[in-house]
């Protein structure tokens, strides 16, 4: 199946500090991706859909100036945390839909990125 | 999107079938069932999806109700490795418009040694 690449996988910084998080489609384009996040013991939650070329679209309750999205390549988007809290420690998460995909297409996912705010 | 009723836990038996059942019913007539499951720390693994009829691929088999009213899902020779959360998700096709996907709470499978 087609590869979507995280990075970093692990990340701890101190609190007030920004930290950018990388999602690759490595074999195929992706004009749509949708970044999670998940707590510990809890499901995916979306945040944000992602279009290339375009701003994203942010679920209700997701500040969009402290978690950029730019989604500038059909092969890459990043999230952004902005002066991290420690609150703000979780997996993120993100998928992406292959360009073109019509009818029944499944999403893939990344590895995952575990941010630790200290 | 419709939405999924799924046990909070199963345990099976290594070598074992594991059949982890998914309630669904508001489920209507253009929704697609899919099953994804994420092993602890990684991202969610796509498994199968099917509309109406029973559907079988490499990892399970899926098999739907006639009333599409409730799905389960089939490993048929479970290992440890498929110790993960199992997700039932309702919704319709992608059809050239991008839809996310709504994440419940999923089924933690447990296969023992």
């Known amino acids: 199946g087609a590869v979507v690449s995280q990075h970093p996988s692990r990340v701890i910084c101190k609190s007030g500090t920004s930290v950018k998080i990388e999602c690759r489609s490595l074999?195929?384009?992706?004009?749509?991706m949708f970044w999670y996040r998940q707590f510990p013991k809890q499901s995916l939650m979306l945040m944000a859909t992602?279009?290339?070329?375009?701003?994203?679209?942010?679920e209700q309750g997701v500040e969009k100036d402290k978690f950029l999205i730019n989604h500038a390549s059909l092969t890459l988007s990043t999230l952004t945390v902005t002066s991290a809290h420690p609150e703000d420690s979780s997996f993120y998460i993100c998928s992406a839909l292959p360009t073109g995909t019509g009818g029944t297409g499944e999403l893939f996912f990344g590895e995952g990125s575990r941010l630790t705010v200290l | 999107d419709a939405k999924t009723t799924q046990p909070t836990s199963m345990d099976c038996a290594e070598g074992r079938a594991a059949n982890l059942p998914c309630n669904h019913s508001?489920?209507?007539?253009?929704?697609?069932v899919y099953w994804y499951r994420q092993i602890h720390s990684q991202g969610p693994q796509y498994i199968i999806h099917?509309?109406?009829n029973n559907e079988t691929n490499e990892m399970a088999s899926l098999i739907i109700t006639e009333d599409r009213k409730s799905s389960t899902l089939i490993l048929p020779h479970a290992t440890l490795r498929d110790t993960a959360v199992y997700y039932c998700i309702v919704r319709v096709a992608l059809m050239g418009s991008a839809r996310q996907l709504t994440f419940g709470s999923g089924t933690q499978l447990t296969v023992l040694p």
């Open positions: 074999d195929f384009q992706a004009t749509t």
């Open positions: 508001t489920i209507s007539g253009n929704e697609y």
């Open positions: 992602s279009n290339e070329g375009s701003k994203a679209t942010y």
């Open positions: 099917g509309l109406k």
